[in-house]
């Protein structure tokens, strides 16, 4: 607070402002130089998550082709699918059921 206030840390002006007023500081800072900082409000979902979660919320809307022009410049390629598929070894896949001792 006191870099962006241009203040020594031991500042009394920095004790003179009330906590409501160091947030709207801190948010308005962060939203002039989101690389160097990062605020958000207790309480507030972060931007980032609430473009995901209104993606995600197309999924339970869309059905059909529409769902799948939706989703396959998401998805990876087939070859890409098919590569992850070659290389799961099925060795290695413990089937569970009941023990035996």
Same mark, same amino acid.
């Given at each position: 607070m006191?870099?962006? /206030?241009? !203040?020594?840390p031991f500042d009394p002006e920095l004790l003179n402002h009330t906590e409501p007023q160091l947030d709207f500081i801190l948010e308005m800072y962060s939203a002039e130089h989101?690389?160097?900082?990062?605020?958000?409000?207790?309480?507030?979902? =972060?931007?980032?998550?609430?473009k995901i979660q209104s993606?995600?919320?197309?999924? =339970?809307?869309l059905t059909g082709k529409a769902l799948d022009d939706y989703l396959k410049p998401r /998805?990876?390629?087939?070859?890409?699918?098919? !590569? /992850?598929?070659?290389?799961? =070894?099925?060795?290695?896949?413990?089937?569970?059921?009941?023990?035996?001792?």
């Open positions: 006191s870099r962006i /206030l241009e !203040k020594s989101p690389a160097e900082l990062k605020f958000t409000r207790p309480g507030k979902p =972060d931007p980032e998550l609430e993606q995600i919320g197309w999924v =339970d809307v /998805l990876p390629s087939e070859a890409t699918l098919e !590569k /992850l598929r070659n290389t799961v =070894d099925s060795s290695a896949v413990v089937r569970m059921g009941p023990r035996t001792n």
